[in-house]
């Protein structure tokens, strides 16, 4: 990321504010929360991927019989 450097406009309190917003910005694991950060980014399937899913499963058990 490219940042506008303008001379002596960027003061101290400036850049420590910039550090501060860019490392909020990353997710941090929480005491409260125990959750693996690959299962906080799972994808929640849609309805329509349930549907699916489920007449697959249902196809599936027709055609054993």
């Given at each position: ?20 917003r860019?490392?909020?910005?990353s997710?941090?694991p ?19 991927e ?11 058990e027709?055609?054993?019989?």
């Amino acid at each position: 990321m490219n940042r506008l450097v303008v001379g002596p406009m960027t003061t101290l309190k400036y850049n420590e504010w910039w550090v501060r917003r860019i490392n909020d910005n990353s997710p941090k694991p929480s005491q409260g929360n125990s959750q693996s950060l690959e299962e906080h980014l799972r994808v929640v399937p849609s309805e329509l991927e349930i549907i699916r899913q489920d007449f697959e499963r249902r196809n599936a058990e027709l055609e054993r019989r």
